[in-house]
């Protein structure tokens, strides 16, 4: 508004400039028009007279009756200047062309003011002596001036005077060559005058108009600048309220977005945390079931075992599912996108939910139509956790019967296929009511199902989004005691086959000589991570805390070193830093392989770890083979 109040009289200053300058040039022009049409009519006037002083040139003259007005021209010396008409009783004078032109001056100045004046510089006459101004013009003609007009006062009263020079022409050298003139010389000039003051009237006139005019407009161009001011006024102080409510809704958008940031980094610690501690027990009941497995057992603790580690896998799922539904929440779960043979992820899936099937006595049959592409771009552990939520349920669900699952391609996009996974059982189904609850968080169709069949409600819900994810869609048709049909679809790029390496039995460390630290200080952890080791025989130092790390790294060259996150005294993001650092000093060409081995799983844990320098990560609870695939890789 202040740049608006600066920018006024700046605004004003030029409508007056602008004023001024039309209202001048208008003036002006009104003059110079009046003056113009002054010049024109005594240019006609002046025309008139030429044309009668050639028309009587061209006679010799002409006889008129002498009376008062016209009377023998005494400085006209020719022979027969008079003439005496008895019969008639007529006295006839010869009227040469100078003295016509002051008879019609005479009568024009009767009629209607107009004046004429034959001169020169040297009149015989002395009547048509020149007089100042006539002098000047005369002089000017000589010197090439065409005609000259002026407004001047005469006798009390304002003329406009024009006068033009008196070339010899043809008809004239017939009384002017004795003179000595020839054809084309000057011999004076003429003289008309005529009354300005209807054209002095005129132009006042058109002049009090123009002043109205430009008043009348330069009024409205102040009154429009001032509604103009008043409405910007008024549409900045609008657009000022708007802002203050654009920013007092910020600010309300910026606290609730705030407190919302609060709140899912209390959420996201939580559930770090929760994740850590029940991740913690499960790692050593995982751990030690999986290495247990490989020892000598009877049937009975071999079932026992098995009880066990369902029993720990399914713990795992659970939290697994509510940190996947906290990452979609969030907005922060994101799919791989590498080669992987579809067929073969499928096949692995049917062949883990058999068993589960067969336990319940229910037929899984699996249908992989012949035109469904090998090798496609995908995330395998996404697509087995949405075939494995849907075809769990599907079992969870079916008392007798069967489940089958059917692979087949839809549609073919340039290089991409449009795959649809459906899974069909004859289970409990799904009343009509009940159908709207599905995909819903925490929701399943009757709480009677939850106490019976069990599950956290998040399986659907997860897999739907993770459908989405890979551009498909999932849904459903269900008759409540006619069984349900589940299906998903996803769109994935073909890929070419990966060629395939010959390696070595995954237990087969023989061929690496490796001095291995752990880092670990829960008792339980220490002892499921030194089992692992020495399960493939090798040999590991073991410290505390990240202090003890670092102090045992100096001492000591080290290949490779596990490092838990959460310790006391020196965690495991500081003790990383500090060895990186003491590389760095000691100028080392070889790094030292650094694995984050910690129970939060969260998205982002991994970035953070591989961004302070560590080189992979392992996430607890780990199974033989994860910790195998891991020393492998970086070996």
Request: aromatic share 8%; charged share 25%.
């Given at each position: 508004?202040?740049?608006?109040?600066?920018f006024?009289?700046?605004?004003?200053?030029l409508?007056?400039?602008?004023i001024?300058?039309?209202?001048l040039?208008?003036l002006?022009?009104?003059?110079k028009?009046?003056?113009l049409n002054?010049k024109t009519?005594?240019?006609?006037?002046?025309?008139e007279?030429?044309?009668?002083?050639?028309?009587?040139?061209k006679?010799g003259?002409v006889?008129?009756k002498?009376?008062?007005?016209v009377?023998?021209n005494?400085?006209?010396d020719?022979?027969?200047r008079?003439?005496?008409?008895?019969?008639?009783n007529?006295?006839l004078?010869?009227?040469?062309?100078a003295?016509?032109?002051?008879l019609?001056?005479?009568?024009a100045k009767?009629?209607?003011?107009?004046q004429?004046h034959i001169?020169?510089?040297?009149?015989?006459?002395?009547q048509?002596?020149?007089?100042?101004?006539e002098t000047?013009?005369?002089?000017?003609f000589?010197?090439g001036?065409?005609?000259?007009m002026?407004?001047?006062?005469?006798?009390?009263?304002m003329?406009y005077?024009y006068?033009?020079?008196?070339v010899?022409?043809?008809?004239c050298l017939?009384?002017h060559?004795?003179?000595?003139?020839?054809?084309?010389?000057?011999r004076?000039?003429?003289q008309?005058?005529?009354?300005?003051?209807?054209?002095?009237e005129?132009?006042?006139?058109l002049?009090?108009?123009?002043?109205?005019?430009?008043?009348?407009i330069?009024?409205l161009?102040?009154i429009g600048?001032?509604?103009?001011?008043?409405?910007v006024?008024?549409?900045?102080?609008?657009?000022?309220?708007?802002?203050?409510e654009?920013?007092?809704q910020?600010l309300?958008?910026?606290k609730?977005?705030?407190?919302?940031e609060?709140?899912?980094h209390?959420k996201?610690?939580?559930?770090?945390?929760?994740?850590h501690?029940i991740?913690?027990?499960?790692n050593?009941i995982i751990?030690?079931?999986?290495?247990?497995k490989?020892?000598?057992?009877?049937e009975?603790?071999?079932?026992?075992l098995?009880?066990?580690s369902?029993s720990?896998e399914?713990?795992?799922s659970?939290?697994?599912?509510?940190?996947?539904?906290s990452?979609i929440e969030a907005n922060?779960?994101?799919?791989?996108?590498?080669t992987?043979?579809?067929?073969?992820?499928?096949?692995?899936?049917?062949?883990?939910?058999?068993?589960?099937?067969?336990?319940k006595?229910?037929?899984?049959?699996?249908?992989i139509?012949?035109?469904?592409?090998?090798?496609?771009?995908g995330?395998?552990?996404?697509i087995?956790?949405?075939l494995i939520?849907?075809?769990?349920?599907?079992?969870?669900?079916?008392e007798?019967?069967f489940?089958n699952i059917?692979?087949?391609?839809?549609?073919?996009?340039?290089n991409?296929?449009?795959?649809?996974?459906?899974?069909?059982?004859?289970?409990i189904g799904?009343?009509?009511?009940n159908?709207?609850?599905?995909?819903?968080?925490?929701s399943?169709?009757?709480?009677?199902?939850?106490?019976?069949?069990?599950?956290?409600g998040?399986?659907?819900?997860?897999s739907?989004?993770l459908a989405e994810?890979?551009g498909g869609?999932?849904?459903?048709?269900?008759?409540l005691?006619?069984?349900s049909?589940?299906?998903?679809?996803g769109?994935?790029?073909?890929?070419?086959?990966?060629?395939k390496?010959?390696q070595?039995?995954k237990t087969?460390?023989?061929?690496?000589?490796?001095?291995?630290?752990?880092?670990?200080?829960?008792?339980?952890?220490?002892?499921?991570?030194?089992a692992h080791?020495?399960?493939?025989t090798l040999?590991?130092?073991l410290?505390?805390?990240?202090?003890?790390a670092?102090?045992?790294f100096?001492?000591?060259n080290?290949?490779m070193i596990?490092?838990?996150i959460?310790?006391?005294i020196l965690?495991?993001?500081?003790a990383t830093?500090?060895?990186?650092?003491?590389e760095?000093n000691?100028?080392?060409d070889?790094?030292?392989?650094i694995?984050?081995?910690?129970?939060?799983?969260?998205?982002?844990?991994?970035?953070?770890?591989i961004?302070?320098?560590?080189?992979?990560y392992?996430?607890k609870?780990f199974?033989?083979e994860n910790?195998?695939?891991v020393i492998?890789?970086n070996?």
């Amino acid at each position: 508004m202040k740049l608006v109040n600066r920018f006024i009289p700046f605004v004003i200053l030029l409508w007056i400039i602008l004023i001024s300058i039309s209202l001048l040039f208008n003036l002006k022009s009104i003059s110079k028009s009046v003056f113009l049409n002054a010049k024109t009519q005594t240019s006609a006037f002046f025309d008139e007279i030429e044309i009668m002083r050639a028309w009587n040139a061209k006679h010799g003259g002409v006889y008129v009756k002498v009376s008062d007005d016209v009377f023998p021209n005494q400085y006209l010396d020719v022979p027969n200047r008079d003439l005496r008409i008895d019969s008639l009783n007529l006295d006839l004078t010869l009227v040469n062309p100078a003295y016509m032109t002051r008879l019609v001056a005479n009568i024009a100045k009767a009629q209607n003011k107009t004046q004429f004046h034959i001169t020169s510089l040297n009149p015989i006459r002395p009547q048509n002596k020149a007089d100042n101004w006539e002098t000047i013009m005369l002089n000017s003609f000589e010197q090439g001036v065409k005609d000259t007009m002026e407004l001047q006062k005469m006798n009390g009263e304002m003329v406009y005077r024009y006068m033009r020079p008196l070339v010899v022409k043809k008809a004239c050298l017939k009384c002017h060559s004795i003179q000595g003139y020839e054809l084309g010389d000057i011999r004076g000039g003429i003289q008309v005058s005529i009354p300005a003051a209807g054209y002095i009237e005129s132009e006042n006139n058109l002049k009090t108009n123009v002043w109205i005019i430009h008043i009348v407009i330069f009024i409205l161009g102040l009154i429009g600048l001032i509604v103009y001011k008043k409405l910007v006024d008024r549409y900045i102080n609008n657009l000022m309220i708007a802002n203050q409510e654009v920013e007092k809704q910020k600010l309300i958008a910026q606290k609730a977005f705030d407190k919302a940031e609060l709140s899912s980094h209390y959420k996201s610690l939580f559930l770090a945390n929760m994740s850590h501690e029940i991740r913690t027990p499960l790692n050593g009941i995982i751990g030690f079931t999986s290495i247990l497995k490989q020892g000598k057992l009877t049937e009975e603790q071999k079932d026992q075992l098995e009880v066990i580690s369902v029993s720990g896998e399914n713990l795992l799922s659970l939290i697994n599912d509510i940190i996947d539904y906290s990452k979609i929440e969030a907005n922060q779960l994101t799919l791989e996108n590498i080669t992987i043979d579809l067929k073969q992820a499928i096949n692995e899936t049917e062949k883990i939910l058999k068993i589960k099937a067969l336990d319940k006595g229910i037929d899984l049959s699996l249908n992989i139509h012949p035109e469904t592409p090998k090798w496609v771009f995908g995330d395998q552990t996404r697509i087995k956790q949405i075939l494995i939520n849907l075809t769990n349920n599907a079992i969870k669900f079916t008392e007798k019967g069967f489940v089958n699952i059917n692979v087949y391609p839809v549609q073919t996009i340039d290089n991409k296929v449009k795959i649809k996974f459906v899974i069909i059982d004859t289970g409990i189904g799904i009343s009509k009511e009940n159908h709207g609850k599905l995909f819903k968080v925490f929701s399943q169709a009757e709480a009677s199902t939850a106490r019976k069949f069990g599950g956290s409600g998040l399986g659907l819900t997860i897999s739907k989004q993770l459908a989405e994810l890979m551009g498909g869609e999932v849904g459903f048709t269900s008759e409540l005691n006619k069984g349900s049909t589940f299906w998903f679809t996803g769109l994935f790029e073909l890929s070419t086959p990966l060629i395939k390496v010959a390696q070595r039995s995954k237990t087969d460390f023989s061929d690496l000589d490796l001095n291995i630290l752990l880092v670990e200080d829960n008792l339980i952890n220490q002892k499921v991570a030194m089992a692992h080791f020495a399960s493939i025989t090798l040999d590991v130092d073991l410290a505390k805390n990240g202090q003890e790390a670092v102090e045992m790294f100096k001492e000591n060259n080290y290949d490779m070193i596990f490092m838990d996150i959460q310790m006391p005294i020196l965690d495991g993001y500081e003790a990383t830093k500090q060895i990186r650092e003491i590389e760095k000093n000691m100028e080392k060409d070889e790094k030292v392989v650094i694995i984050a081995m910690t129970a939060n799983a969260l998205k982002g844990e991994k970035e953070r770890c591989i961004g302070l320098g560590m080189t992979d990560y392992l996430a607890k609870p780990f199974k033989s083979e994860n910790l195998y695939d891991v020393i492998r890789r970086n070996s």
